[in-house]
């Protein structure tokens, strides 16, 4: 099992061989990178729980189309250790919670405000040291990808690079960690440490202590409001999904939105006066939820489930439209 990501391509050697990746003329690119912070725009602001504003961003066409190329041409050309469980395809934080069940002890950690403090001299030394592309490349590719010198979040490349940019440090410490029989997680900012065994107190303080280090390295905080550590006499949850089990789990009051939102779309669809456009929204929630109720107990989401396909948005149209 590898502990390292590993570009899986020959490096990008020059400006020229980047500019041909990106089928665009050379002057154009370095227009972009040059320009990039000025082709954003606000997607959405939204109050964080913990206060504070969460902002998130999206490309204009011209450089969002570039972003599509990196993703596909670089980003998805990366091997990522099993240990990242964000914005990777087929994992989720439901994959993230299943490798935390039945512990002994969680320790979950989160990152303060991580993709604007992910600044491009980070971003830029991840593109020469785990992809081995030359400084003039790595700068290039660091302005296209950045927002007025860190990382915005929405963006098409973000959630890789948020993956990717502690790689060096924190390879080594899921090293230490495994070598210790501890399950090591990160999905995107939040941090997930577990033990099949018991542990003492000098331990959890190592263990917590090691994290800390490596964001400090890197120029990241520690959410200290988010930090937990979850002996299995508490009620351990992930994700705020429950881990205590032998299987994941989520909570009473989970499933009884879930089974809330299923009777309101039943409701729903013998609305009349309800849109098409507004009831395939609903469904479209509704259905997603259900999705994750299914990963984790089969014979409950198979139920809901059985109930949407009575009640698809396009036989809605067939008899109400």
Not at 64 to 91: A, D, N, T
Not at 169 to 180: D, I, T, W
Not at 194 to 212: L, M, R, W
Request: hydrophobic share 35%; net charge positive; proline share 3%.
């Amino acid at each position: 099992m590898t502990l390292t990501p590993k570009y899986t391509l020959s490096p990008i050697g020059s400006i020229n061989a980047l500019a041909r990746l990106l089928q665009l003329p050379l002057n154009r690119v370095q227009y972009l990178a040059k320009n990039s912070s000025d082709l954003y725009r606000i997607a959405r602001i939204e109050q964080k729980k913990s206060g504070g504003k969460r902002v998130t961003y999206d490309a204009y066409k011209e450089l969002k189309s570039v972003h599509r190329k990196l993703q596909h041409q670089i980003f998805k050309k990366v091997i990522y250790p099993q240990f990242m469980q964000g914005s990777i395809s087929g994992r989720s934080y439901i994959t993230n919670v299943k490798l935390h069940t039945k512990s002994k002890l969680v320790i979950c950690e989160d990152i303060s405000n991580f993709f604007p403090t992910i600044q491009a001299e980070k971003v830029e030394n991840m593109f020469m040291r785990l992809f081995h592309f030359p400084q003039d490349v790595a700068k290039t590719l660091t302005s296209l990808v950045t927002l007025n010198g860190s990382i915005p979040q929405g963006g098409i490349c973000s959630s890789y690079i948020a993956n990717l940019v502690m790689w060096e440090k924190e390879s080594v410490l899921v090293l230490r960690l495994n070598n210790a029989k501890l399950t090591y997680t990160r999905y995107v900012d939040d941090i997930t440490v577990s033990s099949k065994n018991y542990i003492n107190k000098q331990e959890i303080s190592d263990v917590i202590a090691s994290i800390y280090g490596m964001l400090q390295h890197y120029g990241f905080k520690p959410n200290r409001s988010k930090h937990d550590v979850l002996g299995n006499g508490s009620h351990q949850t992930v994700h705020r999904v429950g881990v205590n089990g032998k299987r994941a789990s989520f909570g009473k009051e989970e499933k009884k939105k879930v089974r809330s939102a299923v009777h309101n779309l039943i409701n729903l669809f013998s609305d009349g006066q309800c849109s098409y456009e507004h009831y395939l929204k609903i469904f479209s929630s509704v259905s997603s939820r259900v999705g994750k109720i299914q990963q984790l107990n089969e014979y409950q989401g198979k139920k809901y489930r059985e109930s949407l396909n009575a009640i698809k948005p396009s036989i809605k149209r067939f008899y109400h439209g």
